[in-house]
């Protein structure tokens, strides 16, 4: 079946330090998305990226779609403990289901 | 982005019994979708509401095990039937295709 692969499965940083997750599918994407889910808290999208080879920045998040629509990442620069919480890629293949990688806990240490 | 609500919020059930949990929408949506989150895991769509039809379920889930009410454009009903143990987890309901919105979800623990 469609799946999508996400690593790593968990990463604590230090405040002020990069993060990066990654995702990839083995087949061509029609479109990859990114969320944001806070402990406690149900899954905040992101950003949505359709185009190959698509970068899109949100302040000191950068997301990036590969050449081939079958993989993505999402960096943070600088990290802050308000990025704390699990951030998951969604492959969408052509209709409207989504599947979810198995997401990146984030920990951020002051 | 549609406003979302779910009811309940959390619940403590026995096993054995069932739990309905409601998806209420601010607007008219034509695409629902139900995911499971199981303690620490992701996101695993359950199935997708179909408002005047039938609901379309996933591998692995069934509609005995989990019937799905839509009434209508703004509201959809999730229900966990014969609940075990293994059932505790969160419930969440979503709109839109491209991209999804998430309601606050529902914290299910089954004793």
């Known amino acids: 079946g469609q799946q999508v692969m996400q690593i790593p499965q968990y990463q604590h940083v230090q405040e002020g330090e990069d993060f990066t997750t990654y995702c990839n599918s083995s087949t061509t994407l029609s479109n990859i998305q990114w969320y944001k889910q806070r402990p406690g808290g149900h899954p905040v999208f992101l950003i949505q990226l359709v185009k190959s080879g698509e970068v899109k920045k949100q302040k000191r998040l950068t997301f990036q779609f590969g050449e081939a629509k079958k993989n993505s990442s999402l960096h943070i620069t600088a990290t802050q403990t308000t990025d704390v919480g699990t951030y998951f890629c969604a492959g969408q293949w052509y209709g409207n289901k989504l599947v979810f990688g198995a997401g990146t806990i984030l920990r951020v240490k002051s | 982005s549609a406003v979302i609500s779910q009811k309940p919020s959390r619940d403590i059930c026995q096993r054995g019994t069932s739990l309905t949990i409601q998806c209420q929408v601010d607007?008219?949506?034509?695409?629902m979708f139900w995911y499971r989150q199981q303690p620490g895991q992701s996101l695993t769509l359950i199935a997708t509401a179909n408002q005047g039809s039938e609901a379309t379920y996933e591998s692995g889930f069934v509609i005995d095990k989990f019937p799905i009410s839509r009434p209508n454009l703004t509201f959809s009903t999730l229900t966990v039937s014969n609940m075990s143990p293994e059932d505790s987890s969160i419930y969440l309901c979503?709109?839109?295709?491209?991209?999804?919105?998430f309601g606050p979800g529902t914290r299910l623990t089954v004793t």
């Open positions: 979503s709109v839109g295709g491209n991209p999804q919105y």
């Open positions: 607007s008219q949506v034509t695409m």
